[in-house]
């Protein structure tokens, strides 16, 4: 049984002078615990997939199933980060990452220790009163894994989450995301545009094809990457190999 | 060390510098205030200016201490002061309730888009004549006046921040699960604070206009009261008084506000 499955997702965006065809034909299956990228140019509908995948967005057709039901945003299986951390600056840390336990009623003094553990291991121990201002930019995005991770979600759904980071702090928090969902044994979703860190982290890349988006090629990472860390991944001989290949497929993609 | 001392030299200099520009601020503030009530006092009493129509600071202070101890500029402060407040509150909290029903529902907002229009453009004090006959000559047809001419223009500025809050906030609470209340609540409440306290700093204004409107028209008692009587009785010390005591009033009432904007919004910034 798979634990994510796609069927026919299509979906078109309309305006009042024309109508757009974001995604056509999206199938594809996910078991439990694995970690795949959606990577592709913009334009691809990569953001909007995530939006259906979580619920969010309705597709004109087709139908998401996770563990055989459909999804709903009101169960919170689903967790989500976005590009920017989008910490709410006039909360504290403390107050940030309860924020999904508040909101659905399961704040207790328990999930709340559990939460601020959680904090702790991510070597964010002394800001709970901080505000997020006073954070580096590597920090916030910390926290904001840390109150999407505090629901305990059963699928994450990462949105370019690097994006807005340094070059360091991007390739540090790879690293931190990928063993924090390795050790809770988190299906994650990932959408970059970033080549070496869809190889780096995930055990299936999914490359898509723009305008509309659909689904062009299916790699697999090989067991000898997908069991280092991004970081050491990225100086594996192989890396480079499905980097080109992966390159090449991109470049055949773009419009002359 | 001879570096750091120089440090700390030129450190000290600097603060001294801050200081000495404050007291230059201070300086020409208090010069301003003394050449304007001097000069006056002065064009008054030279007859340079007609002091029957402009007064001066010296029968203005008389009258002062005389309407103090004869109680009615007390009786008089406070009427005004309990309606101005409630006609602020009233204005702000019911325009930011307004403010909150057009967000929950878009389309009433659209529907309503047109009245809201028309209704600010219209000048609101033309209202006073019919809200004195529908709710009498009373002290509430006066707080009516200072809530209605703000009531307005605060629904549609926080409206329009309500609008105008980052979706992604509200995209990370759906993602949790949460209710349109909550996602008010939690984001696009707090995320206008900033916006409703630059209306309240605004409304604090509007509404001295309208409760004094509200006394011209109802005439009984009150600042605004005070100016019409001295205008009709041609006691104009009574109206500079009047004016003097609303300018002191309105502006503590507006560093009351800022006091409430510190409280209000804290995101480590201070």
């Known amino acids: 049984m798979d634990f994510l499955t796609l069927k026919g997702i299509c979906h078109t965006y309309f305006t009042k002078s024309s109508f757009t065809t974001a995604l056509t034909d ?13 990577l592709g140019p913009s334009g691809c509908g990569k953001t909007t997939l995530l939006s259906i995948i979580a619920g969010l967005l309705k597709p004109t057709e087709g139908s998401v199933l996770l563990e055989n039901k459909p999804v709903e ?20 840390i403390e107050e940030n990452i309860l924020l999904g336990l508040k909101v659905n009623g399961r704040l ?26 006073q954070l580096s930019g590597g920090m916030r995005q910390r926290v904001a894994l840390v109150r999407t991770l505090a629901t305990e979600p059963k699928l994450l759904m990462l949105d370019e989450p690097f994006s807005a980071l340094d070059y360091q702090t991007k390739l540090k928090l790879e690293d931190l995301v990928s063993s924090t969902l390795k050790s ?24 898509l094809s723009p305008r509309p988006g659909k689904l062009h ?37 773009e419009p002359e | 060390m001879s570096l750091n001392n120089d440090i700390k ?83 702000t909290l019911s325009g930011t309730l307004l403010a909150a029903i057009l967000w929950w529902s878009p389309i009433l907002s659209k529907v309503l888009d047109p009245y809201l229009v028309i209704l600010n453009a219209m000048p609101k004090v033309a ?19 200072g ?79 005070m100016i019409i009587y001295g205008f009709q009785v041609f006691d104009f010390t009574l109206v500079l008084l009047s004016l003097l005591v609303i300018a002191v009033f309105a502006t503590i009432m507006y560093q009351l506000v800022e006091l409430l904007e510190k409280k209000l919004i804290k995101n480590g910034s201070a």
């Open chain 2, 147 to 225: 809530a209605i001419i703000s009531v307005i223009i605060t629904t549609i500025v926080v409206y329009t921040s309500f609008k105008e809050v980052d979706p992604n906030y509200l995209k990370v609470l759906q993602t949790f699960g949460a209710t349109r209340s909550q996602c008010f609540k939690e984001a696009i409440l707090p995320a206008c604070f900033p916006t409703i306290i630059s209306t309240l700093k605004v409304n604090v204004g509007l509404s001295w206009v309208g409760v004094i409107v509200g006394e011209f028209l109802v005439s009984s008692r009150g600042l605004g009261y």
């Open chain 2, 127 to 145: 209202l006073g004549p019919i809200l004195i006959v529908a709710l009498g000559p009373t002290l509430t047809s006066i707080i009516a006046m």
């Open chain 2, 9 to 91: 030299l030129l450190h000290n200099k600097y603060l001294t510098g801050l200081k000495r520009e404050k007291k230059l601020v201070r300086f020409y503030q208090l010069l301003i205030f003394l050449l304007f009530f001097s000069s006056w006092e002065i064009a008054s009493h030279h007859s340079w200016i007609d002091p029957l129509i402009f007064s001066s600071p010296s029968k203005i202070w008389d009258l002062l201490i005389i309407k103090i101890l004869d109680g009615s500029l007390a009786v008089h402060l406070s009427f005004t002061l309990l309606e101005t407040v409630l006609g602020f509150i009233i204005g």
């Open chain 1, 108 to 133: 207790t003094a328990d999930s709340k220790a559990k939460t601020l553990h959680l904090l702790e291991k991510m070597s964010l121990g002394k800001v709970e009163t901080s505000y997020p201002k």
């Open chain 1, 184 to 207: 809770f044994k988190k299906t994650a979703i990932l959408v970059t545009h970033d080549i070496g860190e869809a190889v780096a982290m995930s055990d299936r890349v999914f490359l």
């Open chain 1, 217 to 253: 090629k299916t790699f697999f990472i090989p067991e000898e990457i997908r069991s280092m860390s991004p970081f050491n991944a990225r100086s594996h001989p192989m890396f480079n190999e499905l980097f080109q290949s992966i390159w090449k497929e991109l470049e055949s993609l």
């Open chain 1, 73 to 92: 945003s009101k169960k919170n299986d689903i967790g989500y980060m976005l590009q920017q951390d989008y910490l709410f600056p006039w909360k504290t």
């Open chain 1, 26 to 38: 999206i199938s594809l299956d996910v078991r439990e615990g694995e970690f795949i990228s959606f």
